[in-house]
């Protein structure tokens, strides 16, 4: 089964203390498997009060959590039952599993806070194929031939007409092959 993004519904002003028990319950039940990130969406502001600018760092959404897991019964389970949590965002209750966030949905967020969907250090490597899902060469594989991680960027060999050319892609565009 894939690994997919949800979104998890928390008690507001209550999103690191559930995001912290939630990495311990994963540790201690060994779900590290099943749940890998839990993400509190954040972004910093810079607000002026008094003439005096301070940089802040505020909740893009309050009250809800990102969580990257493989939706299986245990892992719905262990999440579900976390101190804090009311709940899955995309789920109709009575035992209806959630619906995952679409890649471009988690992208974005990601962006703001300057990390991507992808674990770039454990899932992209040179040499790692991969599937173009946005832009111009939609539906494309290619080869990592370099990355860019200050810019989010990434070159590929692509077959170009028989031919491998290298292009530059944004890694919110790919996905692993």
Known sequence: MDKQWYVVNTYSGHENKVKEKLEMRAESMDMKDYIFRVIVP?????????????????????????????????????????????????????????????????????????????????????????????????????????IDLPNQKLNLMVDLFGQETSVEVELAQIELA
Do not use: C, H
């Open 42 to 146: 954040e972004q910093k502001v810079i607000e002026e009060k008094d003439g005096v600018k301070k940089e802040k760092i505020k909740k893009m959404f309050p009250g809800y959590i990102l969580v990257e897991m493989v939706m299986s019964d245990e892992a719905w389970y262990v999440v579900r039952n976390t101190p804090g949590v009311t709940g899955f965002i995309g789920s109709s209750g009575k035992g209806a599993k959630p619906t995952p966030l679409q890649p471009y949905e988690v992208d974005k967020v990601l962006a703001n806070m300057g990390i991507s969907r992808l674990d770039v250090d454990k899932e992209l490597e040179v040499g790692a194929k991969v599937k173009i899902i946005a832009g111009p060469f939609t539906g494309m594989f290619g080869v990592i031939d370099s």
